[in-house]
């Protein structure tokens, strides 16, 4: 059966697939554009998100948006999941069977959308996404190809907030990403091909 947005909107609502709906408050389903050539996707909802069902709308949310800003990307042309739509309780990471009770709702986002590039936001979503090892400080801003898509991972917003000395090798990623889509999709930038 052809999946689509509403069937699977209807199967995240009221999900109790794994414990974290017990302290939810709300299900932070996905924000975007359906049809984003470029997708993003975080780790799991903070405060603010759980608050208001949106993703990346607290303080690491407004740095992902300056971050967009800087390569002239915004939310209209990229869509954002997360690896957990439910917020861990303080902020922990996701338990592995959280993550994988929550990954066959994105896996159908993912090929709902269709995207020819995929950023990964933080270890947790590149492990999730790319591969189980991956080390973050190591291997952002490298492409991998699966499937005709194009990955990358790159520092968590929230990391570069701890942490500001990372601020110029993630910058150094986005450059990358830019690249990336003059060469793969460059309608985004307005670019006729
Ligand atoms: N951090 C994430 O990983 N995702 C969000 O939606 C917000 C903060």
Redesign the pocket.
Known sequence: MDDNWRRLRRDCDGCERCSLCRTRGKL?FGDGNENAKIMLI?????E??DLQGL????P??QLLDEMLELIDLDRTKVY?A??VKCRPPRNRDPLPEEQEACSSFLARQIALVQPMIIVC??R??AQGIMKADLRITREHGKWFEHAGTMYMATY???ALLRDESKRPEAFEDLVKLRQQIRELCPDVYGIKI
């Open positions: 932070v975080g780790e799991g909802p903070g603010q998100e993703p990346f709308v607290g690491a949310g954002i997360n690896i936001l933080g947790i979503a968590h917003p929230s």
